[in-house]
């Protein structure tokens, strides 16, 4: 005949149903299949090679970006200048290390603040708790979805962008807000702001996806029946559920986002001179008309193809590393 067990036993076997696997090994196994992928490595050695230099950016420059050098305009490559100069004798190679920043400084700002902070926080509160939330949110997230995106981003910075450096120039003998008027930290703002709608509801909705299949898990169960509040179920069981497909949308918003700021400085909305950015510095050379622009590109292409080139680095490379990580971290794919 069995023995019944003891309160304290049933506690622990109770428990035992709400344990999750941990992901260290998980994501050991991730690491070693992505080793496997040559492809995948070669993206994510070009996106460090990419992000060292702009983020080192005040040590990689040979020149200030700003500096100009009219005795020599437009000159080609050589131990001076590695990539040449443009047409105001700005050293281009340093305005690319710089142009690479600001991109970084956009991209990451925007994904950590909508898709990983806001994307996740509002998905999981969407899912898990259902009702008003719920309707709330998904009913927020179309509105802003169906709005074309580059309107969107248009009116938020033709509006945000006056309104802010008014409030600048109304506390002008505030130490801390000139100086960040004068520092062009206004661009980065409005920006972050711009793209902010653009890349919360995609990350939103995937996570509530994720959520509403794990809210009725029985481990779920388990712990709602055993009394764990809502705060702990989110944290401890849904958080490490969802932090997968997370790392994919991360991945491919990286260079969704890294291409909207490019497009966005081109069309004189985005960064503004004369802190540098690579759509900044395509825009000026495409800018050119008639015979000026013939001769450049036909003379100097290397103005346009150093930060071309480095977009579509940036851009193909988080494609790539972000198509090898939905194929490890799908279950579905594996």
Known sequence: MDQPQSPATARVEASDLLDVEAPDSFFRHAWTELRKRKLALF???????????????????????????????????????????????????????????????????????????????????????????????????????VVPDFLLVLIIAATVRPRIKEFGYWLEDNTFISGVNSSGAVDYIVLGLAFLPLSWFGAMRLIRGQTLAIRDAPYVDAARSMGVGTPTILLRHVLPNVITPLIVSVSFGMGAVALGEVVASFFGIGVQPPRPSLGVMIGDVTARTGSAAVETLRSHPEQLLSPIVVVWLMIFCWNILGDALNDILNPRAR
């Open 43 to 145: 993206a994510v050695c070009v996106l460090l090679i990419l992000y060292t230099l702009g983020i080192l950016a005040p040590l990689v420059a040979t020149h200030d970006y700003s500096e100009t050098n009219l005795v020599k305009t437009q000159a080609g490559p050589d131990a001076e200048n590695w990539l040449g100069t443009d047409r105001l004798g700005r050293d281009i190679f340093s305005r690319v290390v710089w142009g690479i920043q600001t991109t970084i400084i956009l991209t990451v700002v925007t994904i950590l603040t909508a898709s990983v902070f806001l994307g996740l926080a509002l998905g999981m509160a969407a899912g898990y708790l259902r009702g008003v939330v719920d309707i709330i949110t998904m009913r927020a997230g179309e509105v802003v979805a």
